[in-house]
C-alpha cells in the first residue's frame, strides 16, 4: 500500500531547480521554481478511498484526450472542466464524467435579468449530466450587482433555482453551489472579487432555503482555506449538503506540494471519515516543468 511520508515531500523538494516557469504558470506571489520528476508508468493511485478527477481547464493547452490518456496512466478515473464536444472521445477512453457546465459565475441567478439563461443553462447541463453519466451539474450565485440587496439576492437565487430543481430531480441529477474566494486578485481564475457567494454560511443558508437533497455545496478546499480556514472543522460541518470537492494549493492556486500551506493528506482523511462517495477533484494550475508529474504527485497525495 503507498503512503505518503516526510521523506516523499524531502524527495520532492530535492527536485526543486531554479530558472523561468512556463508562462501560465505565474504563482501571484513570486516567480516558482521549475521542478521535474522523473517519468513514472506506474499508476499513483492505489488505495482508491476517494474518487478523483481532475479538471481540464488548469492544463490548457492539452488537449482533452491527451489529459485524459495520462489520468488513465495516473489512476484518475474522472474529467471536469472540458468542453462538451469532448466527452465522447473522452468517456470512449474509459474516463467518466464527474461535472457537467453550466452558466459561469459571473453572470448568476442573483440577477433576474439572468434568469432565463440560467435556467436553460443548467437545464442543458442537467442533460449532458444524464446522456454521460455525470452525477452532477454546477451553478454559481454570480457576481453582486448594484441596487440588489443581500435579502434580495437571496430571493433572487434561491426562485431561480427552485424552478430548475424539479427537472434535476425528474432526471436524478445534482446541481452543485460552487463557494469562490473573492480575496485573490491577482489572476481572474485564482480569485473572483465581486463573486456574492464567497461565505460558506450564506451558501448553506441558500441550499436549505432550495430544500432538495438534489442541491448540494461542492466544496473547493483552496477557496474555502482563503475565506474561512479551518478546513476540517468546515468540511465535517457541511459533509450533510456536500456534493462536490475541487483541490488546489494557496496561495497561488499551485500544486499540493510543499510551497503552500494545505497539509492535504489529512483533509483528505477527514473527507473520507465523512462517508463522502462523491468525486475531488483536482483544480490546480500547474507550476511544475512536466504538468502531468504534478497532476501525478496530486494523485498521490490524495490517495490516503
Not at 523561468?20 to 521549475?34: C, F, H, I
Not at 470537492?245 to 492535504?264: F, K, M, S, V
Amino acid at each position: 500500500m503507498q503512503r505518503f511520508h516526510r521523506r516523499d515531500w524531502l524527495r520532492t523538494g530535492s527536485l526543486l531547480a531554479g530558472g523561468a516557469v512556463l508562462a501560465n504558470s505565474a504563482r501571484g506571489d513570486q516567480p516558482a521554481e521549475e521542478k521535474k520528476a522523473p517519468q513514472n508508468s506506474e499508476p499513483a493511485i492505489v488505495n482508491h478511498r476517494v474518487r478523483q478527477s481532475v479538471m481540464g481547464w488548469c492544463f490548457k493547452p492539452m488537449g482533452s484526450v491527451e489529459l485524459a490518456k495520462h489520468c488513465k496512466q495516473i489512476g484518475i478515473e474522472a474529467i471536469e472542466g472540458i468542453p462538451a464536444s469532448d466527452y465522447p472521445a473522452v468517456t470512449k477512453l474509459g474516463l467518466k464524467i464527474s461535472l457537467t457546465g453550466s452558466h459561469g459565475f459571473a453572470k448568476g441567478p442573483l440577477d433576474p435579468d439572468n434568469h432565463a439563461m440560467v435556467e436553460a443553462k443548467l437545464k442543458e447541463g442537467i442533460d449532458l449530466a444524464v446522456r454521460y453519466g455525470a452525477p452532477n451539474v454546477i451553478t454559481f450565485t454570480g457576481m453582486k450587482k448594484a441596487g440588489i440587496s443581500e435579502a434580495a439576492a437571496k430571493k433572487n437565487c434561491v426562485a431561480c433555482w427552485q424552478r430548475v430543481i424539479p427537472y434535476a430531480e425528474e432526471k436524478g441529477i445534482g446541481i452543485v453551489l460552487e463557494h469562490l474566494n473573492t480575496r485573490d486578485d491577482s489572476h481572474p481564475m485564482k480569485g473572483h472579487p465581486g463573486y456574492w457567494g464567497d461565505d460558506l454560511e450564506i451558501c448553506a443558508d441558500l441550499i436549505q432555503a432550495v430544500g432538495s437533497d438534489n442541491f448540494k455545496l461542492l466544496f473547493d478546499l483552496y477557496h474555502v482555506q482563503i475565506m474561512h480556514g479551518d478546513l476540517i472543522r468546515n468540511l465535517r460541518r457541511y459533509q450533510g449538503i456536500t456534493g462536490h470537492y475541487h483541490t488546489a494549493g494557496n496561495p497561488g492556486r499551485c500544486e499540493l506540494d510543499e510551497n503552500q500551506e494545505i497539509n492535504y493528506p489529512p483533509v483528505i482523511r477527514a473527507i473520507v471519515e465523512t462517508g463522502y462517495k462523491g468525486y475531488l477533484a483536482q483544480e490546480f494550475i500547474p507550476t511544475w516543468e512536466d504538468p502531468m508529474e504534478a497532476l501525478r504527485h496530486a494523485a498521490g497525495v490524495c490517495d490516503v
